[in-house]
């Protein structure tokens, strides 16, 4: 089984780090429940399977033509997300009487690091910054891209239908704005009475929206603004496996998953310490079918 970051949580001894990651993962459902699997050394490489060989019908005595399945080598590097705080030694010792100046400051790091994080895991794009990560928009391949009309289009039960039908194996959730959810109750409501139900995810603890008994994910991290057609105001869902096997997950290098706190120690010339906060982390596709998108949702 994968490790969730929430249980990695558990495990930590270290209160402030987690502190950290709890704070974060009440803030997204998305990173409570992505699995990750630890990696050592600095890249993750597995094997993908490319293209299958059939068989052929065949006459008496016919010769039986040879096949064999290829596969792909992957790899995924793990990507270093880090930020230092600096507190000077007077101001921590002597203004530190109604808030504890360090506590303070460093879960302010750890807030701004972990909205960078969770941005990345969505928007993440290594072919314009190649320091970060894929998120998941640049993960979901050409032929997992559904397009909801030539220039947008408002979302249909249809076009859902689709979306989770493209994820081979069935999806574990669907992401998407705000926005789109209440367009999508507002569909539900208008057949009579019918409104979205819940359901609790196992290892998760609350209750999630759902659509026809596929979680939703509420995200928006997720881009309004995206380009279809004649439309510049458009967004996109997401329907998502996720798993260490077959589907989509993410990555850790080190001791534990989730943001690190390090105390660096004195600044040479200053009185003051400094703080570093970190994390190597990455993503991986096992299956290229584990993701699927709908772009040009206009229901944002």
Same mark, same amino acid.
């Given at each position: 089984?994968?490790?969730? $970051? ?29 699995? =990750? ?9 597995? +094997? ?8 052929? =019908? ?27 705080? !600096? ?53 979901? @391949? ?18 859902? !239908? ?10 574990? $959730? ?29 290892? =998760?603890?609350?209750?999630? @929206? ?6 939703? +994910?509420?995200? !928006?991290? +997720?881009?309004? !603004? ?21 589907? $989509? ?52």
């Amino acid at each position: 089984m994968p490790l969730l $970051v929430e249980e990695a949580a558990k495990l930590s001894v270290d209160q402030l780090e987690r502190g950290i990651i709890e704070e974060i993962i009440v803030q997204d459902d998305l990173f409570a429940l992505f699995p =990750f699997v630890h990696v050592n050394g600095k890249a993750y490489d597995y +094997i993908r399977e490319a293209t299958l060989s059939e068989g052929s =019908f065949l006459d008496p005595y016919e010769d039986i033509t040879e096949g064999a399945a290829t596969f792909e080598e992957v790899q995924a590097k793990l990507r270093i997300l880090a930020g230092h705080v !600096d507190l000077d030694n007077f101001l921590v010792e002597t203004q530190s009487d109604t808030q504890d100046q360090l506590a303070v400051q460093l879960a302010a790091k750890a807030k701004a690091l972990g909205m960078q994080f969770r941005r990345t895991l969505v928007n993440g794009d290594s072919t314009k910054n190649r320091k970060e990560f894929d998120g998941v928009k640049m993960l979901v @391949p050409a032929k997992q891209t559904l397009i909801a009309g030539a220039d947008g289009a408002a979302v249909s039960f249809t076009m859902l !239908d689709e979306l989770r039908d493209a994820v081979i194996g069935g999806a574990d $959730v669907l992401m998407m704005r705000k926005g789109t959810w209440r367009a999508i109750k507002a569909l539900l409501r208008a057949m009579g009475g019918n409104d979205a139900g819940t359901i609790i995810v196992k290892d =998760f603890g609350k209750p999630l @929206p759902a659509f026809d008994g596929t979680p939703v +994910i509420i995200n !928006d991290y +997720i881009t309004a !603004d995206e380009v279809q057609g004649a439309s510049t105001a458009s967004t996109s869902i997401y329907a998502l496996r996720l798993n260490e096997v077959d589907g $989509v997950h993410g990555l850790y290098g080190g001791a534990t998953a989730g943001l690190r706190v390090e105390e660096i120690g004195k600044l040479e010339g200053k009185d003051a310490q400094r703080w570093r906060l970190k994390w190597y982390c990455g993503t991986a596709l096992k299956r290229t079918t584990s993701v699927a998108r709908l772009k040009g949702v206009t229901n944002i």
